[in-house]
């Protein structure tokens, strides 16, 4: 097997840019916190019905908590587009230092995270008029990857992906894009294993080996 490296300034920038965002989000629940302990959320008035401000709440902390919370949340916005500009460039290098590798070493093509548009016939019985019809299946998983530390398995067949299910699944880059966007966060994800329905959490990350999830996903005819 051929095994690449993904090391590097940009990963590294990645990576720094991924700790940061950590930290942003631990602030957030931290002033989120604040406004739970009086009862308010980000909309609720500080005043009571006479226009004087309410004593059964801290004033000056809900004010400043909401001012910060306000402030984080561009604050992630913001360096989510630099985490995408970032993942680009390092899986743009990648490729770049791996082009021709890979062509003979794989028999179809592959996207960044693992994504073919290929045809896979399952034998798994299908159910129609449920919740439990597949879309796609699980055709490899890179042992200590993210997809592995998830539970996931080789022939898993995929029910739901966050947001995507069947009702609403039409290619994989709906999956790719919610991958992409989603890098540091949980995503839901149910699968069928032989008879049995799992719900599994998976969180897509930069790790030692190309893609964020370390699998490769098929779609289902």
């Known amino acids: 097997m051929v095994k ?5 300034p940009a990963r590294d920038h990645v990576m720094k840019l991924i700790q940061e965002k950590d ?17 308010v959320g980000m909309q609720d008035l500080l ?9 059964d709440i801290d004033i000056y902390k809900v004010r400043h908590a909401r001012h910060r919370i306000v402030c984080l949340q561009n604050d992630h916005k913001n360096i989510m587009k630099q985490i995408e500009r ?9 490729h770049a ?40 299946v699980i055709a490899f ?3 200590g990857s993210p997809a592995d530390m998830a539970g996931l ?17 039409s290619d994989l880059n709906q999956v790719n894009y919610l991958v992409q966007h989603s890098v540091g966060q949980p995503i839901q994800v149910r699968v069928r294993r032989g008879t049995h329905i799992l719900s599994l959490t ?7 080996h190309p893609g964020l999830l370390g699998c490769r996903i098929e779609r289902k005819s």
């Not at 080789?154 to 069947?166: H, R």
């Open 202 to 208: 998976i969180v897509p990350r930069i790790w030692t």
């Open 4 to 8: 690449y490296n993904m090391d590097g």
């Open 141 to 143: 998983v890179q042992l």
């Open 23 to 39: 930290k942003i989000e631990s602030e957030i629940r931290e002033q989120n916190l604040v406004l739970e302990e009086n009862n």
């Open 153 to 169: 398995h080789e022939n898993d067949e995929l029910l739901e992906f966050g947001t995507v299910n069947t009702s609403n699944f």
């Open 97 to 136: 230092n791996s082009a021709g590798t890979s062509r003979n070493t794989e028999s179809h093509s592959e996207h960044t995270n693992g994504f073919a548009e290929v045809s896979h016939n399952g034998n798994a019985e299908s159910h129609p008029g449920t919740n439990d019809q597949s879309f796609a």
């Open 47 to 55: 005043v009571d019905g006479d226009g004087f401000p309410r004593n």
């Open 86 to 94: 970032g993942l680009g460039e390092v899986h743009s290098q990648f």
